[in-house]
């Protein structure tokens, strides 16, 4: 009998899920930038990447990733969370 290393099953099968970060900030020229550059960082290209100016001043920033582990883009959600910017950060 072999034995199941259910630690890794379950981080190969989190890290093969679309997950969302979505990001609320001041209208800034670099504010797209900032979040994306944490990505770039570890070497990771995003599915998906969406920017939305609305009009009360908020641009709205939506990154879709997989081949990332929740914990993660925990960790990434944090370090955009500390950006000066940020108003808001959080994934699904």
């Given at each position: 009998?072999?034995?199941?290393?259910?630690?890794?099953?379950?981080?190969?099968?989190?890290?093969?899920?679309?997950?969302?970060?979505?990001?609320?900030?001041?209208?800034?020229?670099?504010?797209?930038?900032?979040?994306?550059?944490?990505?770039?960082?570890?070497?990771?290209?995003?599915?998906?990447?969406?920017?939305?100016?609305?009009?009360?001043?908020?641009?709205?920033?939506?990154?879709?990733?997989?081949?990332?582990?929740?914990?993660?883009?925990t960790l990434i959600?944090?370090?955009?969370?500390?950006?000066?910017?940020?108003?808001d950060a959080c994934?699904?």
């Amino acid at each position: 009998m072999g034995v199941v290393d259910r630690d890794s099953e379950d981080e190969r099968s989190s890290s093969t899920a679309l997950l969302c970060l979505r990001v609320e900030a001041e209208v800034d020229p670099a504010a797209i930038i900032r979040v994306l550059e944490r990505f770039q960082a570890l070497n990771i290209i995003p599915r998906r990447v969406r920017a939305d100016l609305a009009s009360n001043g908020v641009i709205y920033i939506e990154v879709q990733v997989t081949d990332l582990t929740e914990h993660r883009l925990t960790l990434i959600t944090a370090k955009i969370g500390q950006i000066p910017t940020t108003l808001d950060a959080c994934w699904h």
